[in-house]
């Protein structure tokens, strides 16, 4: 029996979304421990690998990304979108096999493919959303993707939970250690999973349908601009007054992902009071996924009903959350924490399973609030130039994230959140003053872009 065309696009868009999903799964459960397997594996072998190369792997990471996102959006128009989804899919797989025996030289080389991986899979799922969406059901389809594909830090933090509760602790250092310590046997076990899990979502893109009926990309005749008319637009874009008051968001929320993703999770595991807890970062991670769900379910409902007056809301709701995070962080973890194992001594409130989930929890409502605003505001700050606007927003926020993750291992963490909360301030006074400015070319709650929530977080 011959699906329908709706069905067609439904039958897609889960399977695209099934696939983001065990793609996501490694991604994001490993980016919360490498710098702390790292850490460990150098000091068994200080001559394998440097004991800061989880942070200075990222800054590969995040350099790969923003350079090849100036050139993979070329890619589309010679490349069907379901392979270059299964191709960016198969890169990230071949970083996880380089942790079943870490070898400096793989590691740095894997990480600069997965950020060249991380821009093609952005590409090819706005993509393929296109060819399987028409214009009266792209939001919804975005929205059906995201729920489904983006859950990935609450199954994250499950796959996480389960293995450590099957797999044996290293007993011989986890007494003495004043961090988590992860034998290499977990190490084996929890990247060999990734992989496995990583294999599936290629097999799944693999076979993705490609017919398509009354799709938006199939009735787009725009001519593909030339280079040099892109980067003219890209210099306008550049310059305009609303990029440059919008200029420290950006940045800012290229220190936030840096700070959620590395530097927060990797203090977790360096805290004297989690030392035989390997449990803390599964909990870490399922809050924040819970909390990615909560804002998809019910925040976003709200910021709708405020109308025009949406985008200030959410900044503001980011801006009091964040403050909240990163006084509880200060409060309750080890000042040297972000180098390497440290006792907590000092600190006022003492480190607990539940501290940290209420930490996880608000920083991935913050992250919702940032990532959705972003995705509005890209679009009304400088309307003739969208995709330009996205692209450097995107630039200023991997070079952020790069600067950030290079000055890690000198900085504290009370510097690092004086640092946050310099950009969070001047950041949110920027924002503020473009979404006035703005307010009048396009309500909120129209099309608050919900394909924003929890993608593209790089």
Request: proline share 3%.
């Amino acid at each position: 029996m011959e699906l329908t065309p709706r069905r067609h696009e439904l039958l897609s868009t889960y399977l695209l979304g099934i696939g983001t999903l065990f793609l996501y799964i490694g991604y994001s459960a490993q980016a919360f421990i490498s710098e702390s397997v790292i850490h460990m594996v150098h000091e068994k072998s200080p001559e394998v690998i440097s004991q800061y190369a989880g942070y200075y792997g990222t800054a590969f990471h995040y350099v790969a990304f923003a350079l090849s996102s100036l050139v993979t959006p070329s890619l589309q128009h010679y490349v069907q979108s379901k392979w270059i989804l299964t191709i960016a899919s198969a890169l990230f797989a071949v970083y996880y096999l380089g942790f079943l025996h870490l070898n400096a030289y793989y590691f740095y080389a894997t990480q600069a493919l997965m950020g060249l991986a991380y821009s093609l899979f952005n590409n090819g799922e706005g993509a393929y959303l296109s060819e399987h969406s028409s214009r009266r059901t792209l939001e919804s389809n975005t929205g059906i993707e995201t729920a489904v594909g983006h859950f990935s830090m609450f199954f994250g933090g499950i796959a996480l939970v389960v293995l450590f509760s099957v797999l044996p602790a290293d007993v011989s250092t986890s007494a003495t250690s004043a961090a988590v310590s992860f034998s290499q046997l977990q190490v084996q076990c929890i990247y060999g999973t990734m992989f496995v899990l990583n294999v599936v979502s290629v097999l799944i893109f693999c076979f993705l349908p490609t017919k398509q009926y009354d799709s938006i990309a199939s009735k787009s005749s725009a001519p593909i601009p030339s280079f040099s008319s892109q980067l003219k637009q890209m210099f306008v874009a550049f310059k305009a007054p609303n990029m440059v008051l919008l200029l420290p968001f950006f940045l800012f929320q290229g220190l936030s992902v840096s700070f959620l993703m590395s530097v927060y999770p990797t203090t977790l595991t360096f805290t004297s009071t989690f030392s035989s807890d390997v449990f803390i970062i599964g909990i870490y991670s399922i809050s924040m996924g819970v909390a990615e769900a909560i804002g998809g379910l019910f925040l976003r409902p709200l910021i709708k009903k405020a109308k025009q007056h949406g985008l200030l809301m959410t900044i503001s709701v980011n801006f009091l959350l964040y403050a909240v995070i990163l006084t509880l962080a200060c409060l309750s973890v080890p000042d040297g924490a972000t180098l390497g194992p440290a006792t907590q001594q000092f600190e006022i409130l003492t480190s607990s399973r539940y501290l940290v989930f209420i930490i996880g929890f608000l920083i991935g409502l913050s992250d919702f609030c940032v990532t959705m605003s972003r995705a509005v505001i890209c679009q009304v700050a400088v309307p003739e130039c969208r995709m330009q606007v996205f692209s450097l927003s995107k630039l200023y926020q991997s070079a952020a994230s790069v600067a950030a993750l290079l000055l890690t291992p000198y900085m504290r963490l009370r510097l690092w959140a004086s640092v946050l909360a310099c950009f969070l301030l001047v950041g949110t006074l920027g924002f503020v003053i473009v979404a006035r400015r703005t307010a009048p070319a396009k309500a909120f709650a129209e099309k608050s872009s919900s394909s924003g929530q929890l993608a593209n977080k790089i």
